[in-house]
């Protein structure tokens, strides 16, 4: 089979959708991990709470995964016939895939810092969860944002 | 180094930060009639488990060491990285130290009052000072002991032996706030030889010493410079407050070392100056990430040892409370 | 009052010879007691003034050990004070003071001139450690004058309890006896010679009756 530069592009676009904001999730909840990990060290109690400030940089490896899936449902690729694409729809794909790619990896890393220092809010009073999880949630919304630009992206590509 | 090189040390202290003693804690050990019964409030706190087998009111000495002694552990465990905790312990090596070439020159024996809180053993030390070989010492020691000797035999004179010592541990403390890479570590040990600084100008000068000894006497690399001392030592007092006026220091200045001038006592002085080294440390309270907790952490830990020994040494000695309360330090949360 | 004297006119003059000298000897101690009297006021007064000074210094310098205490850990107080510093050299000699013999100390102070008195650094330590050590060295020099003060005081008081004794035993006991044993042997005398009178009288009296018949 003869794989066009316009197929190549946009599963070039689908994998980075979903590379990006993986690698920004792991080290947002890896560091998010890292000071809960110090947190519940000293106090075992508090692992609940922490565990879920911890999630939540998780949210963008799974906008990616998301996007990603969209780009290969899009292009056929998960039903096994992979489309047509020409160069031009080739890189639009791909480009409609950055927003996500990039703003859900650095998203991720400051979501991932956000939620370390809610982490601290919850060491000194636990009753505050809500307070922590608010303000890494306001981070969420940039990657909200981009996935809904990619999405609306990809589906008004003409295919 | 990447400002979140210690999320775990920050999460661990951020968790320790709240068995911190409060303000109210200190004031109920202020109220107590006894100091047994201050000390009884000092055992319901985090304190308690370093009780230990200390009955009488006069073991709360080893009580607030076996509670430095965890959290220097705590932070060493924590950041992997022994340079923290090295720049607060490396003065009690170099007390020791004192203590042993002193000892020595005396020809008894001190090892009473050396302190079990350093990195090197006591007995390396006072083998070192015995045999006059110094090569199994970590070289800071080494070259500070080694030339405290030498001065000794020259001069005669145990107060150079402080002087010289001082002056090696604060070069050291300097060296290792620079190697952390940190731009707060420097700062904070920048900040503590200025204050050490302040206080020997005041000193000597209460003290009547020529300008040639405060020169020998001043440590180096403050961020106020030696010549700025050296030059207003002639100077009335008033001159000097100016110059540190519209520094970072006037604060201190202006009350600090005016209240020395009226009630020729360093009492508030040195309180003020506690409390500004304490107050620069406090950034680690808000910090959420970076050696900013961490730093601030030991720091707000020394500083409540600080508070209990007055406290205890207050209460034991009938002190009144309002005369405790003039000497008591600011506390960190 | 009881007094064994033979009533003779050897007695008489000798015991006029001793009252003699006791009325000197007892001026002679009473001038000495009352110029004692009058050194020991003197030395009192100093002596209180003095130990007020030192119970003054001495507490100040004490409560600003305390406080410096309360600032410094044990350990690096006593490090600060284990090698001494500052030496005094003393001397200690005797004087006469109205023949009671009083010791005299002399401080000789090493620490002169530019010589401190501060054997620490400073980086650990407060400065209400150098509040009390100025005291406390002040204080030394005072406290050698009140202890020479002090003893002078005692030894003075010892020798004017003794004079004092002295001068009342001669005043209320030795004088006063002795001038009744003067008056004693005097009546005693004189009764003699009425009785020698009456007899001579009487015996004249007896003789001219003889004569007569």
């Known amino acids: 089979m003869e794989i066009s530069l316009g197929q190549f592009f946009a599963v070039f676009g689908a994998a980075i959708a979903v590379l990006m904001p993986g690698i920004g999730s792991a080290i947002g909840v890896g560091l998010a991990g890292e000071s809960a990990s110090g947190v519940v060290t000293e106090d075992p109690n508090k692992f609940g709470q922490t565990l879920l400030l911890q999630a939540l940089p998780g949210t963008q490896g799974i906008y990616g995964l998301l996007t990603g899936f969209v780009i290969m449902q899009r292009i056929g690729l998960i039903g096994g016939q992979l489309l047509e694409i020409s160069t031009y729809q080739g890189l639009l794909l791909f480009s409609a895939a950055l927003p996500i790619a990039f703003v859900g990896l650095l998203s991720a890393i400051a979501q991932g810092k956000t939620a370390a220092a809610g982490i601290g809010i919850v060491a000194k009073r636990p009753e505050e969860l809500a307070k922590g999880i608010t303000f890494a949630a306001m981070v969420e919304t940039y990657a909200v944002l981009a996935l809904l630009a990619s999405i609306l992206m990809i589906f008004g590509i003409q295919i | 180094m990447s400002k979140n090189a210690y999320l775990y040390a920050v999460g661990r202290v951020k968790a320790l930060e709240t068995k911190l003693l409060s303000k109210s804690t200190f004031e109920r050990m202020l109220e107590a009639p006894t100091a047994q019964d201050a000390l009884k409030v000092l055992g319901e706190t ?186 207003s030592y002639n100077e009335p007092l008033s001159a000097f407050t100016e110059k540190l006026f519209m520094g970072r220091y006037g604060e201190i200045a202006a009350e600090g070392i005016q209240s020395l001038e009226d009630t020729n006592s360093t009492t508030i002085l040195e309180r003020m100056m506690d409390d500004f080294l304490l107050n620069k440390s406090k950034k680690g309270k808000y910090a959420t990430s970076g050696v900013e907790p961490i730093i601030g952490y030991i720091k707000a830990k020394e500083n409540e040892g600080k508070i209990i020994r007055t406290i205890m040494v207050g209460k034991i000695n009938n002190v009144p409370a309002d005369k405790i309360r003039e000497r008591l330090r600011d506390v960190y949360v | 009052m009881e007094i064994r004297v033979s009533p003779t006119r050897m007695e008489l003059t000798k015991l006029k010879k ?196």
């Open chain 2, 46 to 231: 985090d304190y308690g488990i370093s009780f230990g087998d200390a009955e009488s009111v006069y073991d709360f000495e080893k009580i607030i060491y076996s509670n430095l002694k965890k959290t220097y552990k705590v932070v060493d465990e924590s950041t992997k990285n022994p340079l923290f905790t090295r720049m607060s312990t490396l003065k009690y090596d170099f007390h020791n130290l004192k203590v042993l070439i002193k000892g020595e020159y005396l020809g008894d024996d001190y090892q009473g009052i050396t302190m079990d809180l350093g990195n090197v053993s006591i007995e390396k030390i006072a083998r070192a000072v015995r045999d006059m070989d110094y090569k199994d010492l970590p070289v800071v020691l080494k070259q500070a002991a080694e030339e405290a000797v030498v001065d000794f035999e020259l001069q005669k004179d145990p107060q150079r032996i402080d002087i010289i010592l001082d002056k090696h541990l604060f070069k050291a403390i300097y060296q290792m706030a620079l190697e952390t890479g940190h731009a707060f570590a420097l700062e904070i040990a920048q900040t503590e030889i200025d204050l050490i600084n302040i206080n020997i100008f005041v000193r000597c000068r209460r003290m009547g010493r020529d300008v040639r000894f405060l020169e020998t006497a001043l440590l180096d690399n403050g961020i106020l410079e030696k010549s700025l001392f050296i030059e």
């Open chain 3, 18 to 213: 001793r009252v003699a000298i006791a009325t000197r000897g007892h001026k002679l101690l009473k001038d000495k007691q009352d110029e004692l009297i009058k050194k020991f006021v003197d030395l009192v007064r100093r002596n209180k003034e003095l130990r007020e000074q030192v119970e003054k210094e001495l507490t100040s310098a004490l409560q600003d050990f305390v406080m410096a205490r309360a600032l410094m850990p044990e350990e690096i107080l006593e490090e600060s004070l284990m090698y001494p510093i500052a030496s005094v050299d003393l001397e200690v000699g005797r004087k006469n003071i109205m023949s009671v013999i009083v010791p005299t100390i002399e401080s000789n102070d090493q620490t002169e001139g530019d010589k401190n008195i501060y054997s620490y650094g400073f980086a650990n330590t407060s400065g209400q450690l150098d509040d009390a050590i100025t005291t406390l060295s002040g204080v030394l020099s005072k406290m050698l004058e009140l202890s020479e003060v002090e003893k002078t005081c005692q030894l003075m008081a010892v020798e004017i309890e003794k004079t004092r004794r002295r001068v009342n035993a001669l005043e209320h006991i030795m004088i006063p006896q002795m001038t009744e044993a003067i008056k004693y042997i005097t009546m005693k005398l004189e009764e003699n010679e009425r009785s020698n009178i009456t007899r001579l009288m009487k015996i004249k009296d007896m003789v001219m009756v003889e004569g007569r018949v």
